[in-house]
């Protein structure tokens, strides 16, 4: 009997002829996620899943509803929706999709940068809205990026990626990681700063590590007013790294002079969101790895790992050992 893999979203139809090559298949074929009942039905009677991390969350009642799983291919990188140690204990894989969104994300961690450094989206407004007046010296006035510092926390691959980028702009790198990387410094001349002085000398503080017990709530009202009243945040890791309350009682105050953020504490954020009442904000909705060749890539290799497992293969990126 075939193996079988439950499709919890809808994903590019070439990972689905894909699956349909090797294994019997049930999807979820939708925009809107699974609902938690249909997807723990369709999980009992599956031997792998592929979630997506913004989605279903893989626990103690997914494990225990679901005892025929052996692996759980997330089409992304973070699993910060995966009780990891638990999948472990019970022999379950947990795979992600590293790599092929790497450069996706750091371009929109700069397209975030740019848009905030140079009040984009605020001059968008003054058009739309008809309030675009006489030009005088202090008109929408932003900050520079070329020659500027730019500061990475979290210098994995996409953090590492996001410095490659900043060195075209002719910009020193410091970096925060939970050890130092030798290949960013010799490749990029980046030098290592404790996260407290990489804040006050960095003109733009860009957020790229994963969600974790250490880096929950890192930046809070302290972490900002050590920052410049110049300097810009960028968040493209997960919104629990930052506390939006502090963050916009900052923005208010002035110091950052700006941030632009893909993540949020509660997603969909909702449009009341006070950060969106302020003019230095700029928010995009989640959607750093949205470009159609990286979607296909992670939809692509989410499969390939759940067919790997399941034919008695290693992964191909693993995310726990068993």
């Not at 990681?177 to 407290?196: F, H, I, M, T, W």
């Not at 002085?197 to 050590?226: C, H, I, K, Q, W």
């Not at 302020?278 to 790992?305: C, I, K, Y």
């Amino acid at each position: 009997m075939k193996k079988r893999i439950y499709i919890g979203r809808r994903i590019p139809q070439a990972a689905v002829d894909l699956i349909a090559e090797h294994c019997d298949y049930g999807y979820w074929n939708a925009l809107e996620p699974c609902p938690r009942d249909v997807f723990l039905a369709e999980a009992a009677q599956s031997d792998a899943v592929i979630t997506q991390s913004v989605s279903e969350k893989i626990d103690l009642e997914f494990l225990n509803a679901a005892p025929r799983c052996k692996v759980v291919a997330q089409m992304a990188v973070g699993y910060d929706n995966v009780d990891v140690p638990a999948c472990t204990a019970r022999g379950v894989q947990i795979t992600n999709t590293p790599d092929v969104l790497t450069e996706a994300t750091a371009d929109a961690a700069w397209a975030l940068l740019m848009a905030t450094a140079r009040r984009v989206v605020s001059g968008h407004k003054l058009i739309q809205e008809n309030r675009w007046g006489m030009w005088h010296p202090f008109f929408q006035l932003g900050q520079d990026v070329h020659g500027a510092t730019l500061g990475v926390v979290g210098a994995g691959r996409i953090g590492s990626a996001i410095a490659r980028r900043g060195k075209g702009f002719n910009m020193p790198i410091l970096y925060h990681n939970r050890r130092p990387s030798p290949e960013l410094e010799a490749s990029l001349g980046a030098q290592y700063r404790a996260l407290d002085d990489l804040l006050r000398e960095a003109d733009f503080v860009v957020m790229s590590a994963p969600l974790t017990s250490e880096t929950r709530g890192m930046f809070g009202a302290r972490e900002f007013a050590l920052m410049k009243d110049t300097a810009v945040f960028i968040n493209i890791a997960r919104g629990a790294v930052m506390q939006e309350k502090a963050l916009y009682e900052a923005l208010k105050a002035g110091r950052p002079w700006a941030a632009g953020s893909d993540v949020y504490e509660v997603e969909p954020t909702p449009a009341s969101n006070p950060l969106f009442t302020l003019d230095n904000f700029v928010g995009t909705p989640h959607v750093a790895s949205a470009t159609l060749p990286t979607r296909l890539a992670m939809a692509t290799l989410a499969a390939r790992n759940a067919i790997a497992v399941l034919s008695g293969k290693p992964p191909i990126t693993p995310v726990n050992k068993i």
